[in-house]
Nanobody, 123 residues
Framework: VQLQASGGGLVQAGGSLRLSCAAS????????MGWFRQIPGKEREFVTS????????HYADSVKGRFTISRDNAKNTAYLQMNSLKPEDTAVYYC?????????????????WGQGTLVTVSS
């Protein structure tokens, strides 16, 4: 399985972007898909996750009410709708998938990672 993230770009504060993460390869049936982000010089941090079977979601406090994760099982694709973007949301965003049950905010739960897409929010 490979993950391909797309949709990053430059946006003004208050604007919106939608990221996509498409899975390709053998049959895709993960336990969870998630989005993490990394600011240069800082550790990668959890943003949000979605349980593939029932769509249950989790969000970091910093993005609650502004970001929405969703999935299209038929397309093997997860989405991250980001609204009311702030300059502090600027980061490289990575999508990831995990096949087995684990702590959703922990990177080790995820065994496949996409290449990252840069989101830049200007003030």
């Amino acid at each position: 399985v490979q993950l391909q993230a797309s949709g990053g770009g430059l946006v003004q504060a208050g604007g919106s972007l939608r990221l996509s993460c498409a899975a390709s390869g053998r049959t895709f049936s993960p336990y969870v898909m998630g989005w993490f982000r990394q600011i240069p010089g800082k550790e990668r941090e959890f943003v949000t996750s979605i349980r593939w079977s029932d769509g249950r979601t989790h969000y970091a406090d910093s993005v609650k009410g502004r970001f929405t994760i969703s999935r299209d099982n038929a397309k093997n694709t997860a989405y991250l709708q980001m609204n009311s973007l702030k300059p502090e949301d600027t980061a490289v965003y990575y999508c990831a998938s995990g096949r087995q049950y684990g702590a959703l905010m922990v990177q080790s739960t995820y065994d496949t990672w996409g290449q990252g897409t840069l989101v830049t929010v200007s003030s």
